[in-house]
C-alpha cells in the first residue's frame, strides 16, 4: 500500500521541496546516490570498474521547466563524456538519460529533447561508449522510442529501456529485439493507472519472463535490470538456452543494492553494469527507490529521528 504513495509524492512539488530542503537526508540517500558532482563520481567508476563491475551513470534530475535547465543538463552530459574519455573505459562505463531532464516535456519537447540528446550521443560515441534512453512514465514512451529510432540511424548502438509492467512492452520488445539493438528489461518504477498496466507484482514478474524469453530469442543484446534473484537465474537459464555466450547479454542493477549479488555475478563470468546516479536533484530517484521497497522508509525515518 505505501508504494503507490510514496510514487504519488514523488511528484509532488511540495514534497520535493520539503524533502529536498532537510538536513536529514544525508546517509540515506547517499546509500543510493554517491555523489553530487563528476569529481565526486569518477572515483566511484574507478572502483567499481576495478572489481571487475561495468557502470552506466545517470546525472539525476527530471520534469524541469524551462530550455535552459534542459541545456544545461546536457552540458552536464557533455562534461561527464568528456572525463570519462580520460579514464578510458569503452562501453565499461555507459551513460543512462532521461529525455524529460532533456525538455521532453516542455512546448516542442520532442524535437527539443532530440537536440540535446544527440550531442551527447555524439560525444559518447566517440570516446567508443553508448547511451541508454530510460523509460519514464507511459505518456513519455512513444516519444522515447522515437527519439531512440531517430538515433539508432546514426548510433545503432543507443540502448533503450523496455518496462514488464506495461502490456504493451511485448510489442515494443519484439519490434526492437533486432540486429544490434541494445534493451534493457525493467520492472517499471512509476504510478501507472490498470488501463495501461499491471497492478500485481506476480503479473508483471510473469511479463517480465515472457519479455525477457522475446529478447534473448532475439538478435539483440538484452540488458536485464533487475535485482529479483527469481529472475535473475531465469535470466541464466533463457541464456543458456538460446545458446548465448556471457558476452551477449549483461546483468544491471542500481548502486547501492544488492552489492554483494554484483560482485558475485561478475566473479561468475557474467557481465554485471551497476547503474549509479549522482547529482543535486535526486528527490525523484531517491523517492522511487523508497516506494520499490518501502522498508527503506523505517532507515529515512530513523535518520531523521536520531539526527
Ligand atoms: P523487486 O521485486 O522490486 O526487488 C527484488 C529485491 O531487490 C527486493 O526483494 C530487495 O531485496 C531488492 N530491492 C529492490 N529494490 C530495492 C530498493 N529500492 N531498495 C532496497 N532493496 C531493493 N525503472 C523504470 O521505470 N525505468 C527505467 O529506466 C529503469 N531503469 C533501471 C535500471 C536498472 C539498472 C535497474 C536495476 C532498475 C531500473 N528501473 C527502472 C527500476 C525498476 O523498474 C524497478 O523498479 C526496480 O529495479 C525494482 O525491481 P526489481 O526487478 O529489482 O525487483
Same mark, same amino acid.
Given at each position: 500500500?505505501?508504494?503507490?504513495?510514496?510514487?504519488?509524492?514523488?511528484?509532488?512539488?511540495?514534497?520535493?521541496?520539503?524533502?529536498?530542503?532537510?538536513?536529514?537526508?544525508?546517509?540515506?540517500?547517499?546509500?543510493?546516490?554517491?555523489?553530487?558532482?563528476?569529481?565526486? !563520481?569518477? @572515483?566511484? %567508476?574507478?572502483?567499481?570498474?576495478?572489481? $571487475?563491475?561495468? #557502470? *552506466? &551513470? =545517470?546525472?539525476?534530475?527530471?520534469?524541469?521547466?524551462?530550455?535552459?535547465?534542459?541545456?544545461?543538463?546536457?552540458?552536464?552530459?557533455?562534461?561527464?563524456?568528456?572525463?570519462?574519455?580520460?579514464?578510458?573505459?569503452?562501453?565499461?562505463?555507459?551513460?543512462?538519460?532521461?529525455?524529460?531532464?532533456?525538455?521532453?516535456?516542455?512546448?516542442?519537447?520532442?524535437?527539443?529533447?532530440?537536440?540535446? !540528446?544527440? @550531442?551527447? %550521443?555524439?560525444?559518447?560515441?566517440?570516446? $567508443?561508449?553508448? #547511451? *541508454? &534512453? =530510460?523509460?519514464?512514465?507511459?505518456?513519455?514512451?512513444?516519444?522515447?522510442?522515437?527519439?531512440?529510432?531517430?538515433?539508432?540511424?546514426?548510433?545503432?548502438?543507443?540502448?533503450?529501456?523496455?518496462?514488464?509492467?506495461?502490456?504493451?512492452?511485448?510489442?515494443?520488445?519484439?519490434?526492437?529485439?533486432?540486429?544490434?539493438?541494445?534493451?534493457?528489461?525493467?520492472?517499471?518504477?512509476?504510478?501507472?493507472?490498470?488501463?495501461?498496466?499491471?497492478?500485481?507484482?506476480?503479473?508483471?514478474?510473469?511479463?517480465?519472463?515472457?519479455?525477457?524469453?522475446?529478447?534473448?530469442?532475439?538478435?539483440?543484446?538484452?540488458?536485464?535490470?533487475?535485482?529479483?534473484?527469481?529472475?535473475?537465474?531465469?535470466?541464466?537459464?533463457?541464456?543458456?538456452?538460446?545458446?548465448?555466450?556471457?558476452?551477449?547479454?549483461?546483468?544491471?542493477?542500481?548502486?547501492?543494492?544488492?552489492?554483494?549479488?554484483?560482485?558475485?555475478?561478475?566473479?561468475?563470468?557474467?557481465?554485471?553494469?551497476?547503474?549509479?546516479?549522482?547529482?543535486?536533484?535526486?528527490?525523484?530517484?531517491?523517492?522511487?527507490?523508497?516506494?520499490?521497497?518501502?522498508?527503506?522508509?523505517?532507515?529515512?525515518?530513523?535518520?531523521?529521528?536520531?539526527?
Amino acid at each position: 500500500m505505501l508504494g503507490p504513495v510514496i510514487l504519488a509524492a514523488s511528484r509532488s512539488d511540495r514534497m520535493r521541496r520539503l524533502i529536498s530542503a532537510a538536513p536529514v537526508t544525508g546517509p540515506v540517500v547517499d546509500r543510493f546516490i554517491p555523489g553530487e558532482t563528476v569529481d565526486d !563520481v569518477l @572515483p566511484i %567508476v574507478q572502483d567499481l570498474t576495478d572489481r $571487475g563491475l561495468e #557502470v *552506466t &551513470l =545517470d546525472v539525476v534530475g527530471e520534469d524541469i521547466t524551462t530550455p535552459e535547465q534542459a541545456a544545461a543538463a546536457r552540458d552536464a552530459y557533455l562534461e561527464l563524456v568528456e572525463r570519462l574519455g580520460d579514464l578510458e573505459l569503452g562501453t565499461r562505463a555507459e551513460m543512462s538519460v532521461k529525455l524529460s531532464l532533456f525538455g521532453q516535456a516542455l512546448r516542442g519537447g520532442h524535437e527539443l529533447a532530440l537536440a540535446n !540528446v544527440r @550531442p551527447v %550521443v555524439e560525444a559518447a560515441a566517440a570516446i $567508443g561508449t553508448t #547511451v *541508454t &534512453l =530510460d523509460a519514464e512514465d507511459h505518456t513519455t514512451l512513444d516519444s522515447m522510442f522515437a527519439i531512440h529510432e531517430e538515433l539508432r540511424k546514426d548510433f545503432p548502438q543507443t540502448g533503450c529501456v523496455i518496462q514488464a509492467y506495461l502490456y504493451r512492452t511485448e510489442a515494443d520488445a519484439r519490434r526492437l529485439a533486432d540486429s544490434g539493438s541494445r534493451v534493457r528489461l525493467v520492472k517499471g518504477a512509476y504510478k501507472e493507472p490498470a488501463e495501461v498496466a499491471y497492478q500485481q507484482r506476480s503479473e508483471t514478474d510473469k511479463a517480465y519472463v515472457r519479455v525477457l524469453r522475446i529478447l534473448m530469442e532475439g538478435e539483440g543484446y538484452p540488458m536485464i535490470g533487475s535485482h529479483d534473484p527469481r529472475l535473475i537465474s531465469i535470466a541464466q537459464e533463457l541464456a543458456r538456452r538460446a545458446s548465448r555466450k556471457p558476452d551477449e547479454y549483461e546483468f544491471q542493477m542500481l548502486y547501492g543494492i544488492r552489492s554483494d549479488e554484483h560482485l558475485r555475478l561478475a566473479a561468475e563470468g557474467h557481465r554485471m553494469r551497476v547503474y549509479t546516479a549522482y547529482g543535486t536533484d535526486w528527490y525523484g530517484y531517491f523517492m522511487r527507490r523508497l516506494a520499490e521497497r518501502p522498508a527503506n522508509l523505517l532507515f529515512f525515518g530513523r535518520s531523521i529521528l536520531t539526527k
